[in-house]
T-cell receptor
Protein backbone atom coordinates (compact mmCIF):
# COMPACT_ATOMS: atom_id res chain seq x y z
CA UNK A 1 0.00 0.00 0.00
CA UNK A 2 1.07 3.59 -0.59
CA UNK A 3 2.57 5.56 2.29
CA UNK A 4 0.68 8.61 1.00
CA UNK A 5 -2.89 7.96 -0.07
CA UNK A 6 -4.86 10.52 -2.03
CA UNK A 7 -8.60 10.64 -2.50
CA UNK A 8 -10.47 10.79 -4.67
CA UNK A 9 -8.44 9.40 -7.56
CA UNK A 10 -10.42 11.50 -10.00
CA UNK A 11 -12.97 14.24 -9.76
CA UNK A 12 -15.28 15.92 -12.27
CA UNK A 13 -17.01 19.11 -11.13
CA UNK A 14 -19.08 21.83 -12.73
CA UNK A 15 -17.42 25.23 -12.99
CA UNK A 16 -18.12 27.32 -9.91
CA UNK A 17 -18.39 24.36 -7.54
CA UNK A 18 -16.16 23.86 -4.51
CA UNK A 19 -14.12 20.69 -4.09
CA UNK A 20 -11.74 19.02 -1.65
CA UNK A 21 -8.85 16.62 -2.22
CA UNK A 22 -7.40 14.64 0.68
CA UNK A 23 -3.93 13.30 1.35
CA UNK A 24 -3.43 10.82 4.20
CA UNK A 25 -0.13 9.55 5.53
CA UNK A 26 0.64 6.44 7.52
CA UNK A 27 3.45 8.39 9.25
CA UNK A 28 3.71 11.83 10.80
CA UNK A 29 4.18 14.52 8.19
CA UNK A 30 7.08 16.90 8.81
CA UNK A 31 6.74 18.67 5.50
CA UNK A 32 3.74 18.29 3.20
CA UNK A 33 3.79 19.73 -0.31
CA UNK A 34 1.02 20.23 -2.82
CA UNK A 35 1.82 20.30 -6.52
CA UNK A 36 -0.27 20.73 -9.64
CA UNK A 37 0.54 19.04 -12.93
CA UNK A 38 -0.98 19.60 -16.32
CA UNK A 39 -1.01 16.50 -18.50
CA UNK A 40 2.41 15.84 -20.02
CA UNK A 41 4.13 18.62 -18.10
CA UNK A 42 6.23 19.06 -14.99
CA UNK A 43 4.96 19.74 -11.48
CA UNK A 44 4.21 23.25 -10.29
CA UNK A 45 4.66 23.90 -6.57
CA UNK A 46 1.52 25.22 -4.86
CA UNK A 47 2.08 25.22 -1.11
CA UNK A 48 4.04 23.67 1.72
CA UNK A 49 2.71 22.92 5.20
CA UNK A 50 4.82 22.05 8.21
CA UNK A 51 3.01 22.75 11.45
CA UNK A 52 0.01 20.93 12.86
CA UNK A 53 -3.12 22.97 12.24
CA UNK A 54 -1.40 25.11 9.63
CA UNK A 55 -3.47 26.56 6.81
CA UNK A 56 -2.28 28.40 3.72
CA UNK A 57 -4.12 30.00 0.84
CA UNK A 58 -3.18 31.03 -2.64
CA UNK A 59 -5.86 32.65 -4.77
CA UNK A 60 -8.81 30.24 -4.55
CA UNK A 61 -6.83 27.27 -3.24
CA UNK A 62 -6.54 26.55 0.49
CA UNK A 63 -4.46 23.76 2.01
CA UNK A 64 -4.62 22.56 5.60
CA UNK A 65 -2.58 20.16 7.71
CA UNK A 66 -4.39 18.52 10.61
CA UNK A 67 -3.22 18.82 14.20
CA UNK A 68 -1.87 15.28 14.27
CA UNK A 69 0.09 15.98 11.08
CA UNK A 70 -1.13 12.87 9.28
CA UNK A 71 -3.71 14.32 6.93
CA UNK A 72 -3.84 17.29 4.61
CA UNK A 73 -6.65 18.65 2.51
CA UNK A 74 -6.65 20.90 -0.54
CA UNK A 75 -9.79 22.93 -1.06
CA UNK A 76 -10.65 24.82 -4.24
CA UNK A 77 -13.36 27.44 -4.02
CA UNK A 78 -15.47 28.34 -7.07
CA UNK A 79 -13.55 26.07 -9.42
CA UNK A 80 -12.59 27.23 -12.90
CA UNK A 81 -11.45 25.32 -16.00
CA UNK A 82 -7.92 26.61 -15.29
CA UNK A 83 -7.91 24.49 -12.11
CA UNK A 84 -8.04 21.28 -14.16
CA UNK A 85 -5.05 18.99 -13.91
CA UNK A 86 -3.49 16.44 -11.59
CA UNK A 87 -2.92 17.41 -7.97
CA UNK A 88 -0.21 15.57 -6.09
CA UNK A 89 0.76 15.67 -2.46
CA UNK A 90 4.35 15.01 -1.50
CA UNK A 91 5.98 14.42 1.87
CA UNK A 92 9.47 15.18 3.06
CA UNK A 93 11.22 11.98 4.10
CA UNK A 94 14.55 13.58 4.91
CA UNK A 95 16.61 11.50 7.37
CA UNK A 96 20.09 12.26 8.69
CA UNK A 97 21.53 13.96 5.65
CA UNK A 98 19.46 12.17 3.02
CA UNK A 99 16.97 14.54 1.41
CA UNK A 100 14.17 12.51 -0.14
CA UNK A 101 10.48 12.84 -0.84
CA UNK A 102 7.57 10.54 -1.50
CA UNK A 103 4.45 11.33 -3.47
CA UNK A 104 0.83 10.32 -3.50
CA UNK A 105 -0.79 8.76 -6.55
CA UNK A 106 -2.45 12.01 -7.58
CA UNK A 107 -6.00 13.27 -8.06
CA UNK A 108 -7.11 14.01 -11.61
CA UNK A 109 -9.46 17.03 -11.66
CA UNK A 110 -11.69 17.98 -14.56
CA UNK A 111 -13.77 21.15 -14.45
CA UNK A 112 -16.70 21.38 -16.82
CA UNK A 113 -17.42 24.83 -18.25
CA UNK B 1 15.57 32.87 -15.89
CA UNK B 2 16.52 30.07 -13.51
CA UNK B 3 15.02 26.68 -14.01
CA UNK B 4 15.34 23.06 -15.01
CA UNK B 5 15.40 21.87 -18.59
CA UNK B 6 14.90 18.34 -19.82
CA UNK B 7 15.49 16.98 -23.30
CA UNK B 8 14.22 15.55 -25.44
CA UNK B 9 10.50 16.10 -24.81
CA UNK B 10 9.68 12.81 -26.58
CA UNK B 11 11.96 9.79 -27.00
CA UNK B 12 11.40 6.48 -28.70
CA UNK B 13 13.57 3.51 -27.78
CA UNK B 14 14.02 0.35 -29.74
CA UNK B 15 14.29 -2.80 -27.66
CA UNK B 16 17.88 -3.48 -26.66
CA UNK B 17 18.98 0.13 -26.99
CA UNK B 18 20.37 2.38 -24.30
CA UNK B 19 19.00 5.92 -24.34
CA UNK B 20 19.98 8.97 -22.30
CA UNK B 21 17.65 11.63 -20.94
CA UNK B 22 19.18 15.01 -20.25
CA UNK B 23 18.51 17.17 -17.17
CA UNK B 24 20.16 20.55 -16.64
CA UNK B 25 19.53 23.14 -13.92
CA UNK B 26 20.88 26.66 -13.43
CA UNK B 27 19.40 27.14 -9.95
CA UNK B 28 22.70 26.27 -8.27
CA UNK B 29 20.92 23.46 -6.43
CA UNK B 30 22.92 20.75 -4.75
CA UNK B 31 20.45 17.89 -4.95
CA UNK B 32 18.95 16.46 -8.12
CA UNK B 33 16.42 13.67 -8.56
CA UNK B 34 14.97 11.44 -11.26
CA UNK B 35 11.39 10.18 -11.00
CA UNK B 36 9.32 7.91 -13.14
CA UNK B 37 5.58 8.57 -13.45
CA UNK B 38 3.16 5.88 -14.58
CA UNK B 39 -0.62 6.32 -14.74
CA UNK B 40 -2.21 5.80 -11.34
CA UNK B 41 1.12 5.31 -9.54
CA UNK B 42 2.30 8.80 -8.75
CA UNK B 43 6.04 9.51 -8.84
CA UNK B 44 8.61 6.87 -8.01
CA UNK B 45 12.22 7.75 -7.25
CA UNK B 46 14.83 6.23 -9.57
CA UNK B 47 18.09 7.90 -8.49
CA UNK B 48 19.15 10.99 -6.61
CA UNK B 49 22.35 12.92 -6.09
CA UNK B 50 23.18 15.37 -3.32
CA UNK B 51 26.68 16.27 -4.41
CA UNK B 52 28.86 16.10 -7.50
CA UNK B 53 30.35 12.66 -8.21
CA UNK B 54 27.97 10.97 -5.79
CA UNK B 55 24.53 9.47 -6.30
CA UNK B 56 22.21 7.01 -4.59
CA UNK B 57 19.68 4.46 -5.78
CA UNK B 58 16.04 5.21 -5.25
CA UNK B 59 13.18 2.75 -5.09
CA UNK B 60 13.28 1.56 -8.71
CA UNK B 61 16.91 1.91 -9.87
CA UNK B 62 17.18 -1.41 -11.69
CA UNK B 63 17.74 -0.92 -15.42
CA UNK B 64 18.79 2.72 -15.04
CA UNK B 65 22.11 4.48 -14.54
CA UNK B 66 23.12 8.09 -13.81
CA UNK B 67 26.17 10.31 -13.52
CA UNK B 68 26.80 13.60 -11.77
CA UNK B 69 30.02 15.03 -13.18
CA UNK B 70 28.81 18.63 -12.92
CA UNK B 71 26.56 20.32 -10.41
CA UNK B 72 24.25 21.52 -13.18
CA UNK B 73 23.77 18.21 -14.95
CA UNK B 74 22.25 14.85 -13.98
CA UNK B 75 21.67 12.65 -17.05
CA UNK B 76 19.69 9.42 -16.79
CA UNK B 77 20.45 6.43 -19.00
CA UNK B 78 17.73 3.87 -19.57
CA UNK B 79 19.59 0.66 -20.33
CA UNK B 80 18.55 -2.41 -22.27
CA UNK B 81 18.03 -4.14 -18.91
CA UNK B 82 14.96 -1.98 -18.29
CA UNK B 83 12.25 -4.10 -19.91
CA UNK B 84 9.33 -1.76 -19.40
CA UNK B 85 10.63 1.78 -19.78
CA UNK B 86 7.53 3.41 -21.29
CA UNK B 87 6.66 6.23 -18.87
CA UNK B 88 6.96 9.94 -18.18
CA UNK B 89 10.31 10.88 -16.62
CA UNK B 90 10.69 13.90 -14.40
CA UNK B 91 13.87 15.52 -13.16
CA UNK B 92 13.85 17.71 -10.05
CA UNK B 93 16.27 19.67 -7.91
CA UNK B 94 16.40 21.40 -4.54
CA UNK B 95 18.75 23.48 -2.46
CA UNK B 96 19.98 21.66 0.64
CA UNK B 97 23.19 23.13 1.94
CA UNK B 98 21.87 26.66 2.46
CA UNK B 99 18.82 26.12 4.64
CA UNK B 100 16.70 29.12 3.76
CA UNK B 101 13.42 27.29 4.06
CA UNK B 102 13.38 26.42 0.34
CA UNK B 103 12.42 22.85 0.92
CA UNK B 104 10.35 22.30 -2.17
CA UNK B 105 11.62 20.54 -5.24
CA UNK B 106 11.65 22.30 -8.58
CA UNK B 107 10.64 20.14 -11.52
CA UNK B 108 11.59 20.06 -15.17
CA UNK B 109 8.98 19.72 -17.95
CA UNK B 110 9.52 15.98 -18.34
CA UNK B 111 10.46 13.50 -21.06
CA UNK B 112 7.99 10.97 -22.41
CA UNK B 113 9.76 7.75 -23.30
CA UNK B 114 8.11 5.09 -25.40
CA UNK B 115 9.44 1.64 -26.20
CA UNK B 116 8.90 0.65 -29.84
Amino acid sequence: SQELEQSPQSLIVQEGKNLTINCTSSKTLYGLYWYKQKYGEGLIFLMMLQKGGEEKSHEKITAKLDEKKQQSSLHITASQPSHAGIYLCGADRTTSGTYKYIFGTGTRLKVLA
Amino acid sequence: DGGITQSPKYLFRKEGQNVTLSCEQNLNHDAMYWYRQDPGQGLRLIYYSQIVNDFQKGDIAEGYSVSREKKESFPLTVTSAQKNPTAFYLCASRDILRDRGDYEQYFGPGTRLTDT
